[in-house]
């Protein structure tokens, strides 16, 4: 995402990364920055990246199906450069509902924001017909609706619980783990903008998580408390995330005794059965170590989670928040009692 705004500049600036962030691939940039003026040398089409710009916007085709990030990069600074007349073509864009959020991130800081036509092709304009001037103001973040699917699914798992503070009106993919819940039966109603959520015999449902991708560990751990197969399209989406996690989840849930099958862009897990507490892994990833702990809260023993603290990336307060509903969790932030 910030590799294209990185690119206004014309001085020479490395980007680097670590974890999983080196292993990511980056080749994208390597094919459409030199055709913007940009020089760039990578490793191979990965991490670390030298970079020396200025970007200059010119009409372009790029493949969206990797990544939106890379698409919300390079709308932003096309509107910094000052984009004029000149278009961003994208096929196979995945995850629309971010691009959504990115143009109304920029509208609301007084950006030139692109005219759109049916997420296929981004066309900017003069910049004179906006205030080139960015609005300074206060701005307030929204509830995050991909850090409160796991609350949401607890709930549905042990609750009661009661959510607050995420928006229905949200552009947020993730706001479609409501629909996910109606459809295995879930106990949840909503009141105004509160959630509220409460065990109840839940069925198998089908839900496409092609556009909200970080649903798919909060939805695996939903499905294992569904008797029969629940399937879910959009595995493709989960090769480049902090893990693997097609193949994490598989992997981790198995050690709790849930089946979890691949078959091309679907995946099926098995659920209904009593799940065992076993000591697993978040393979350094964040949504893993939250998807273990919320399936672990039911299990018939206590569950250990190795490298829990991978939750940090996004939801530091996630144990806390744990607690505070009653749930047993040891100093270490690892060992979940059923209870």
Request: charged fraction near 20%; glycine fraction near 8%; charge should be negative.
């Amino acid at each position: 995402m910030f590799t294209p705004i990185v690119a206004l500049s014309d001085k020479e600036i490395t980007i680097n990364g670590s974890g999983s962030l080196a292993t990511r691939p980056m080749d994208f940039f390597d094919k459409f920055l030199p055709k913007l003026g940009v020089k760039i040398k990578s490793n191979h089409g990965k991490l670390p990246m030298i970079i020396q710009g200025p970007l200059i916007p010119r009409d372009i085709e790029v493949d969206g199906s990797l990544s939106s990030q890379f698409l919300t990069g390079l709308l932003m600074a096309y509107s910094a450069a000052g984009a004029n007349d000149v278009s961003i073509k994208v096929s196979n864009l995945k995850s629309k509902p971010y691009i959504t959020l990115t143009l109304d991130v920029m509208k609301q800081f007084g950006m030139n924001v692109p005219e759109y036509n049916n997420y296929e092709e981004f066309i900017f304009h003069s910049a004179e017909t906006h205030n080139s001037e960015l609005i300074i103001h206060n701005y307030t973040v929204e509830g995050d609706w991909s850090g409160g699917a796991f609350l949401l699914v607890a709930g549905a798992i042990a609750g009661p619980i009661t959510v607050r503070g995420l928006d229905f009106s949200s552009a947020q993919a993730d706001k479609a783990i409501v629909k996910a819940l109606m459809k295995a039966n879930a106990g949840v109603t909503i009141d105004g903008n509160e959630i509220k959520l409460h065990p109840s015999p839940m069925h198998v449902f089908e839900f496409d998580a092609t556009d909200c991708p970080d649903l798919f560990p909060p939805l695996v751990a939903l499905a294992a408390y569904c008797h029969g197969e629940t399937k879910i399209k959009g595995v493709s989406r989960l090769i480049h995330k902090e893990s693997n996690r097609a193949i994490t989840l598989q992997d981790e849930f198995a050690k709790m005794g849930i089946k979890i099958e691949v078959k091309d862009d679907l995946m099926v897990i098995h659920g209904g059965s009593i799940l065992t507490g076993a000591k697993v892994h978040s393979h350094h990833d964040h949504r893993i170590a939250m998807a273990c702990a919320v399936a672990a809260l039911k299990a018939n023993s206590e569950t250990i989670i190795e490298e829990a603290m991978a939750i940090k990336k996004s939801y530091p307060d996630f144990y806390k928040d744990l607690k505070s509903l009653g749930v047993t969790i040891n100093n270490q932030y690892s060992t979940f009692n059923t209870q």
